[in-house]
């Protein structure tokens, strides 16, 4: 987070300085070769920091930069008045008002993949912003090579009419709704959904949704996902064939809550579910993203939703356990079906001389009470299991990059495992080799063990009865098991790692918890037939939707009164 938050700085001083510097060049100085090359690095930062930033507001530094850029132009011309010219001003003056206001409301515009409909306006008012800057670059360009002022004049006019026609049509969708919703309504009426899954999160949480997508299809009803962040479109319509929604308003949920619906999905707490809870005909299911002893995963939000799915009764009691009180009828127990691949070893396995080890530290969470990551503490593992002759997969949690100091010990741990596999051979895997070219079920697949922060990949990695291992990177000291009894059934590593080689001895020697972890394992993921074990989730969702039974009419939001609309009483995500 600290990491984002440098980058956007470092962007945004970029943009501006660049800007400013430009303009005093080519209004103040005679060196216009240099300041438009300044102007058209400004433009560069200013592409730079819309990457960084989407909804980075740049309408000062194009202002400087076009009156920059005219008066190189003017001067790279010297003719006097220039009726081109000054029609190029003009245009490049209402594109620079205009394109901020345009993109915004074609941002709150629906959107839709998956789906035999081409939404042009807001994709088209999206790309204004890097049009602008891209036309900008070509008066530059233009001026450099002193052409003819109508040549840019032809290039302004065309990026001016996508703009007007963009405006016309935001203005015929505002003023002048179609009766029955748009084309995203209507092909959804046509595809006829009976459950959606609703998602809000920060960027690169995606994962939370894909991991739910096949066993959502295989509930063998039509469906679709809502995404609330535009940056979740693509990759969730990659993953699946079911249609994918962009809803950034209240309205537009009120356009894509097609009368065919009965059952809503969710895999987190993020506020905005609140926008859709408001809808009293639908029955509203948490289902989380990944089951573990972590204080959100028994979030006294989940009283909100009609039913909560959990993967076993340890996560009934761990509500009980953080005093959160909720009728025991809202909980159906489905086990993970995430797990169903995960190849089971019941025969205990002691004295592995190469043992292969899964190391998953998690990252450091949005508060200081939930930072459960062991990087600080990585070097010593990872050099106490490379002591040992293991070969480690190292497979980080998507949200590391985001804190600058974890990003630095991650990046420590794989320069060890490239030095050891340089030198030994042993062919350890790290980063994009274990986060994207492997699915966390390869990864258990090929381990023996498990050496983990606390997080759900225990609760997955308990199915496969193997050992593992669990840092304790809090204070609770002697009270840890008792806050996370998941720890119970494994090996608890403190938070110097003082212990480690006692803790790796009984991970991969002697293993003596071996006969706890199997009721432990029906505790936290249900005790289902492994031939059959996702069917349990399966059956669970297909009695929730015939339970709704035909709807007859569109889901209707609930009063205002009874669910926030700005979702302030809830937490971030799970």
């Not at 989407?54 to 850029?69: F, H, I, M, Q, R």
């Not at 409301?105 to 306006?121: D, F, K, M, Q, Y």
């Not at 962040?229 to 809803?247: G, M, Q």
């Not at 396995?349 to 009470?369: F, K, R, S």
Request: proline content about 6%.
């Amino acid at each position: 987070m600290r990491g984002d938050l440098v980058r956007k700085l470092t962007a945004r001083a970029a943009a501006t300085g660049l800007a400013v510097l430009a303009f005093l060049v080519l209004a103040l100085t005679g060196a216009t070769g240099w300041g438009l090359a300044l102007a058209v690095a400004a433009l560069a930062a200013a592409a730079w920091e819309r990457r960084v930033r989407p909804a980075a507001d740049s309408t000062a530094e194009a202002v400087l930069l076009a009156a920059g850029v005219l008066v190189g132009y003017a001067r790279r011309l010297d003719a006097g008045f220039d009726p081109a010219l000054a029609a190029t001003a003009l245009v490049l003056l209402g594109l620079v008002l205009l394109v901020g206001p345009l993109r915004q409301a074609g941002n709150l515009e629906i959107r839709a993949a998956n789906l035999p409909v081409r939404s042009w306006t807001p994709l088209v008012a999206a790309g204004l912003g890097d049009a602008l800057l891209a036309l900008l670059a070509a008066v530059a360009l233009a001026a450099a090579l002193a052409l003819p002022a109508a040549v840019a004049l032809v290039a302004a006019l065309l990026v001016g009419a996508a703009a007007g026609a963009v405006a016309l049509d935001l203005a015929r969708r505002r003023f002048r709704p179609g009766a029955g919703g748009g084309a995203v309504a209507r092909a959804l009426r046509r595809h006829q959904p009976e459950f959606l899954l609703h998602f809000s999160a920060p960027p690169g949480s995606e994962y939370q949704v894909t991991m739910w997508l096949p066993y959502l299809e295989r509930i063998g009803r039509p469906f679709l996902v809502l995404v609330r962040e535009p940056e979740f479109l693509a990759p969730i319509a990659a993953a699946t064939t079911a249609p994918v929604v962009y809803c950034p308003t209240t309205r537009t949920m009120d356009e894509a809550l097609v009368p065919s619906l009965r059952v809503a999905f969710y895999v987190n707490h993020g506020a905005k579910n609140s926008h859709c809870i408001r809808f009293s005909q639908l029955t509203h299911i948490q289902i989380h993203h990944g089951d573990s002893d972590k204080a959100p995963s028994a979030n006294p939000v989940s009283a909100i939703f009609d039913r909560i799915f959990v993967a076993g009764p340890a996560a009934i009691d761990r509500y009980a356990r953080a005093g959160v009180e909720i009728p025991a009828e809202k909980f159906v127990v489905v086990g993970r079906p995430q797990v169903e691949s995960i190849e089971v070893r019941r025969a205990q396995v002691t004295g592995l001389a190469n043992p292969t080890v899964l190391y998953t530290p998690t990252w450091t969470g949005h508060h200081a009470d939930a930072n459960y990551c062991s990087l600080p503490v990585g070097e010593t593992i990872v050099r106490g299991l490379l002591a040992r002759g293991a070969t480690v997969i190292l497979r980080a949690h998507p949200y590391t990059s985001q804190n600058p100091a974890s990003a630095r010990q991650l990046a420590r741990l794989e320069e060890l495992l490239a030095a050891d596999r340089a030198r030994t051979g042993r062919q350890h895997v790290w980063g994009a080799a274990a986060s994207r070219g492997m699915s966390l079920v390869d990864c258990v697949n090929r381990s023996d063990a498990l050496v983990s922060d606390v997080s759900g990949v225990i609760s997955d990695y308990l199915y496969s009865g193997k050992p593992y291992a669990v840092t304790d990177m809090g204070a609770d000291g002697d009270r840890f098991v008792e806050r996370f009894p998941l720890a119970g059934s494994g090996y608890v590593l403190r938070r110097d790692a003082g212990n480690l080689d006692e803790v790796l001895g009984r991970l991969l020697d002697t293993d003596p918890s071996a006969a706890a972890r199997w009721a432990t394992r029906a505790r936290y993921l249900g005790d289902f037939p492994a031939e059959s074990y996702a069917e349990a989730f399966l059956a669970a969702a297909r009695r929730e939707l015939a339970a709704g039974g035909e709807p007859t009419a569109a889901p209707t939001p609930r009063a205002a009164e009874a669910v926030a609309h700005d979702g302030s009483p809830l937490s971030p995500t799970a």
